[in-house]
């Protein structure tokens, strides 16, 4: 089945063509580890695991490469380290195995190589050799950077305005550029917390890479100068990606760095952006202490990657009923292996129309398709018993039968006592631990909510 995708680009959506169908190759700019993933962060994890299910369902699982790299080199990482005071790499393992505990839990299949910045300097240093022997970047201050007028066709993927990419720059202005919207490749290391290696280029001081050329350096040591599919976030659009073709081209000599580039729309929070001052900044594992993996994935598919996305907590409701209707239906069921429904298949194949895919599974009456429909979106993934066994972990931590009870008998007694302060208190705190009590003409009766 053709596979069509909305290509940054070229600003349509373009029948897909791999370079090498035997080898489809996919770079997804991967997290900066320096704390825990929130929601945001999640989006185009799953987004584009999405997409590598659709790519290996057509292409054979073999047949499809996909590289996303772990961004161990950030002055935020540094920071942290030092306020922490653990090493750069104590900190960077613990916060990379939380990230894919994690998205593990959000079904996302491992990547077939995940390079981590760390590893790859070497690269980065040839990268930076080359670019200023070919004249696209040079040497100032103990910097190295990228020469934006040497590149005519620089702006291509954001197409903005030049004023735009100026005031874009001017955020860092540096009086050592030629030109304003000139970009480190490589920067001296000064501060005793920063890592630090031999600068290349003939610089003395020990240095370390810019942000940009990592992905430059690590997409061509994994899948080589030229590849299919380069995605991530919108935000990602300028100056990164941009930055990234810039160093690329010029570095190879190629007329392209991808084929097709794909950028994830923006989440927001009940409607407002996420921030830690609004309040509603929710970590993948904080909403995981809540909800079933599975429904978040759902609630981030539901709408098309391209637009935005509103998570609240209504939506992960009415995924978790979506997912326990779902599982209902195949309980106790034998299952046969069945191909991926036409129809789920065709909305995926359309520029990952999840809305539409999801949409088509619910018309799937036959146990058997609705298992192969769903699990085409990496859903439907585990054992409808194991499913029903799921418990938020603030339940399967909150009060005991025994402690429930207990708490029951002093409200009634309370209540008794006309104290209804008291027994209202207690009945909120209960609430607050995840258990829902009803009275009625028998009495009182509790439920876990
Ligand atoms: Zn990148």
């Known amino acids: 089945m053709a596979i069509r995708l909305y290509n940054t680009l070229t600003r349509s959506k373009d029948e897909f063509r791999p370079i090498d169908p035997n080898n489809v190759r996919m770079y997804v700019c991967g997290p900066t580890v320096y704390d825990d993933a929130h929601i945001g962060n999640a989006r185009p994890i799953i987004v584009f695991d999405l997409l590598y299910r659709l790519l290996r369902h057509e292409y054979g699982a073999d047949h499809v490469t996909y590289a996303r790299n772990i961004t161990d080199l950030d002055d935020k990482i540094n920071k942290r380290a030092h306020e922490r005071g653990v090493t ?19 079904g996302a299949l491992r990547p077939t190589v995940e390079p981590r910045a760390t590893h790859h300097i070497e690269e980065m240093k040839v990268l930076c050799e080359k670019l200023v022997a070919s004249g696209h ?51 001296p290391s000064t501060e005793a917390h920063e890592p630090g290696w031999p600068s290349p280029c003939g610089i003395a001081q020990p240095g370390r890479p810019g942000w940009h050329i990592e992905c430059s350096a690590m997409s061509a040591a994994h899948l080589g100068e030229t590849f299919d599919i380069h995605a991530g976030g919108l935000d990602l659009i300028f100056p990164h990606h941009e930055n990234e073709i810039a160093q690329s081209r010029s570095a190879f000599g190629h007329a392209i760095m991808a084929k097709y580039w794909m950028h994830n729309g923006f989440l927001n929070i009940s409607g407002e952006k996420m921030s830690k001052s609004l309040g509603n900044f929710f970590t993948v594992h904080e909403l995981l202490d809540q909800y079933p993996g599975e429904a978040i994935r759902l609630l981030l598919l539901s709408a098309h990657y391209r637009q935005p996305l509103d998570f609240t907590h209504e939506g992960l409701t009415q995924a978790k009923a979506t997912l326990d209707r779902w599982y209902g239906a195949l309980r106790g069921k034998e299952l046969k292996s069945v191909p991926v429904p036409a129809s789920v298949e065709e909305a995926l194949a359309d520029d990952l129309n999840t809305p539409q895919a999801i949409s088509a599974v619910h018309q799937l009456r036959d146990p058997s398709e609705l298992k192969a429909g769903a699990g085409a979106l990496g859903l439907l993934q585990q054992d409808a018993e194991a499913w029903f066994r799921w418990m938020p972990a603030a339940a399967a931590s909150g009060p005991s039968d025994a402690e429930i009870e207990a708490a029951i008998a002093a409200r009634q007694a309370a209540r008794k006592a006309r104290d209804f302060k008291e027994s209202d208190r207690i009945r909120d705190d209960l609430k607050a631990k995840g258990v829902i009590l009803e009275d009625g003409p028998k009495g009182t009766t509790w439920k876990r909510g």
Do not use: C, N
């Open 88 to 106: 750069i790499q104590e900190l960077t393992e613990g916060t990379t195995a939380r990230f894919h505990a994690a998205i593990d839990a959000l």
């Open 137 to 187: 970047a040079y040497v100032a201050e103990d910097h190295v950077l990228f020469s934006v007028p040497s590149m005519p066709a620089y702006g291509k993927l954001s197409k903005r305005p030049l004023d735009d990419m100026i005031a874009g720059a001017r955020v860092d202005v540096a009086p050592y550029k030629r030109s304003e919207m000139d970009f480190v490749l490589w920067k």
